[in-house]
């Protein structure tokens, strides 16, 4: 069973503050992964892509990929509240006929006024 | 996003009864995705489709069956619906590109009593 994992939380970040959130996997041979965010009974929201190791901004927002660790991490700078939702950490499946992304449980984000 | 439409929002249903949820897209995209979102689980992949007539399992396939007749729609069939089918269902739609980012649509959330 090819897994991703997240902290559940809750993270609690101070307004203006960085906050990152971190993902490992376990499917050695997965190429794309995904930050998608998602407000409470709202449809998940593509916020980051990223394909090779290292660093890709986007805005406020920094993915982080480290294969050989099997590690992926996001940095939201200057936070605000609208930034409060919940993170999922996705992984392209891998192997032959495989299709489709395997999430992990997510990473409740709180952002304190 | 990606014009996805699901339909109904929101449904509540008997044991044993059948039940059809429906995506549609305007987008055009090659590929669509069943997911279901449970608390605990996260999202989990049901079935998949990589074009017209062309579908196959997910991770929790059981009990569901798809149909793809057309680009732009992908049912999930519950054959006989049972409580454990409860759940929030979102279906997403991806291009046929090399990026692999995968755009859901609203959910529906389905109540089998």
């Known amino acids: 069973q090819k897994e991703v994992e997240q902290n559940s939380g809750p993270l609690s970040v101070p307004e203006g503050a960085i906050a990152s959130l971190n993902c490992t996997y376990s499917d050695r041979g997965s190429q794309s992964f995904f930050w998608y965010r998602q407000y409470s009974g709202k449809s998940p929201e593509l916020i980051m892509s990223i394909y090779s190791n290292g660093d890709k901004e986007d805005g406020r927002f920094t993915a982080q990929l480290n294969k050989a660790s099997q590690y992926v991490s996001l940095l939201i700078r200057d936070s605000q509240p609208s930034d409060s939702a919940t993170y999922l950490c996705a992984v392209k499946r891998s192997g032959g006929g495989a299709d489709g992304l395997t999430f992990g449980k997510g990473t409740h984000l709180i952002i304190q006024p | 996003d990606a014009g996805i439409t699901q339909s109904p929002r929101h449904k509540v249903t008997e044991t044993g009864t059948p039940v059809t949820l429906r995506c549609h897209q305007t987008?055009?995209?090659?590929?669509m995705y069943w997911y279901r979102q449970d608390p605990g689980h996260g999202l989990r992949l049901i079935h998949y489709?990589?074009?017209?007539?062309?579908?196959d399992k997910g991770e929790v396939s059981d009990g569901y069956s798809v149909s793809r007749s057309k680009t732009e729609d992908f049912l999930l069939t519950l054959e006989s619906a049972t409580s454990s089918q409860t759940s929030v269902y979102f279906c997403a739609t991806r291009t046929s590109g090399g990026t692999n980012e995968q755009f859901f649509g609203p959910g529906t959330r389905l109540t089998v009593l």
């Open positions: 489709s990589y074009g017209v007539k062309d579908t």
């Open positions: 987008e055009n995209h090659r590929y």
